[in-house]
């Protein structure tokens, strides 16, 4: 089984920037596509960010392309994402995905974290 565990998030002002992580407890985690989702409180989950299983091919939600960097360290088991520019909108429990690799980009997604909160206010 895969397991995955977010963490990072936190209370931040409009502009700021948080990273944040996701460590995955698995055999052969460069065999997968990770991905970032999101919901925000009274609304369906969206889908953020997407990573290929080399690094080399990303995916990105129009709401947060040029603000948002997903990437990953095979070596540690590890994908993150790098949120600047931060906006009220962004406010959310965010959560880690891992599928097949040939379900990069969209999905579907199999596996998934259990989430970290993310708040953004002035």
């Known amino acids: 089984q895969v397991r995955l565990a977010e963490s990072g998030g936190r209370l931040v002002q409009i502009g700021g920037s948080l990273r944040l992580s996701c460590e995955a407890s698995v055999r052969t985690f460069s065999n997968y596509a990770m991905a970032w989702f999101r919901q925000a409180p009274g609304k369906e989950r969206d889908h953020v960010a997407s990573i290929s299983v080399t690094g080399a091919d990303t995916y990105y939600a129009e709401s947060v392309k040029g603000r948002f960097t997903i990437s990953r360290d095979n070596t540690k088991n590890m994908v993150f994402l790098q949120m600047n520019s931060l906006k009220p909108e962004d406010t959310a429990d965010y959560y880690c995905?891992?599928?097949?690799?040939?379900?990069?980009?969209?999905?579907?997604?199999?596996?998934w974290g259990q989430g970290t909160q993310v708040t953004v206010s002035s």
């Open positions: 995905a891992a599928g097949l690799s040939r379900q990069y980009p969209r999905g579907p997604y199999d596996y």
